[in-house]
């Protein structure tokens, strides 16, 4: 089935057109903080250049709050408007490696770790003071970050051309929210 997959959990966005193992093409663009301008640029010229996708994949998190609400917004949108089976997939998914760990910053002094093999998570993922989450590490399985935090780790964001090579992990386009919401009371 032919998928347009987007990520944008992270510092860096991407977007892809994949068919099962036939990648036809792949944008990567920056998303500050989930603000990038770049983003609907990137998603205009991915539809002009592959408009008969069937399926669009979007990657859910843990991640960037704006980045995550504006890419599953924008999928479900395009998959309505397009009439495509709209999925989700938990963008720590996006890395092409048999078996490593991620680990990002959830701010307030935690960080996000999940363990992947097999394109699955081994445990769910955890939110943990950073001394924690480096005591989960093993050796000899790479480390990827989102953000560079720790120095061991290769940072890297995860990227929408290796979502979609897990199908079996495809559920609810519904973000992962490690944390309640913030909210920030008036004064008055």
Same mark, same amino acid.
């Given at each position: 089935?032919?998928?347009?997959?987007? /990520?944008?959990?992270?510092?860096?966005?991407?977007?892809?057109?994949?068919?099962?193992?036939?990648?036809? *093409?792949?944008?990567?663009?920056?998303?500050?903080?989930?603000?990038?301008?770049? *983003?609907?640029?990137?998603?205009?010229?991915?539809?002009?250049?592959?408009?008969? *996708?069937?399926?669009?994949?979007?990657?859910?998190?843990?991640?960037?709050?704006?980045?995550?609400?504006?890419?599953?917004?924008?999928?479900?949108?395009?998959?309505?408007?397009?009439?495509?089976?709209?999925?989700?997939?938990?963008?720590? +998914?996006?890395?092409?490696?048999? /078996?490593?760990?991620?680990?990002?910053?959830?701010?307030?002094?935690?960080?996000?770790?999940?363990? +992947?093999?097999?394109?699955?998570?081994?445990?769910?993922?955890?939110?943990?003071?950073?001394? /924690?989450?480096?005591?989960?590490?093993?050796?000899?399985?790479?480390?990827?970050?989102?953000?560079?935090?720790?120095?061991?780790?290769?940072? /890297?964001?995860?990227?929408?051309?290796?979502?979609?090579?897990?199908?079996?992990?495809?559920?609810?386009?519904?973000?992962?929210?490690?944390?309640?919401?913030?909210?920030?009371?008036?004064?008055?």
């Amino acid at each position: 089935m032919k998928t347009l997959s987007i /990520e944008c959990s992270s510092g860096r966005g991407s977007i892809a057109v994949t068919d099962g193992d036939r990648h036809f *093409f792949s944008l990567e663009f920056e998303n500050p903080r989930g603000r990038g301008v770049e *983003f609907f640029a990137a998603l205009e010229e991915a539809v002009c250049r592959c408009d008969d *996708f069937e399926q669009v994949l979007v990657g859910t998190g843990p991640g960037s709050y704006n980045g995550l609400r504006a890419s599953i917004a924008a999928a479900w949108g395009l998959a309505k408007a397009r009439g495509a089976v709209l999925k989700g997939i938990p963008s720590v +998914i996006g890395y092409d490696a048999p /078996e490593y760990f991620v680990i990002g910053d959830a701010r307030a002094g935690q960080w996000f770790l999940a363990h +992947i093999r097999g394109g699955a998570l081994v445990t769910p993922i955890d939110l943990l003071p950073p001394k /924690e989450a480096t005591a989960h590490l093993a050796n000899g399985i790479p480390v990827f970050s989102t953000s560079p935090m720790l120095d061991s780790a290769c940072y /890297e964001a995860p990227h929408a051309r290796f979502l979609a090579r897990h199908p079996n992990q495809f559920g609810p386009a519904d973000p992962i929210y490690l944390k309640p919401p913030h909210i920030t009371k008036s004064a008055a």
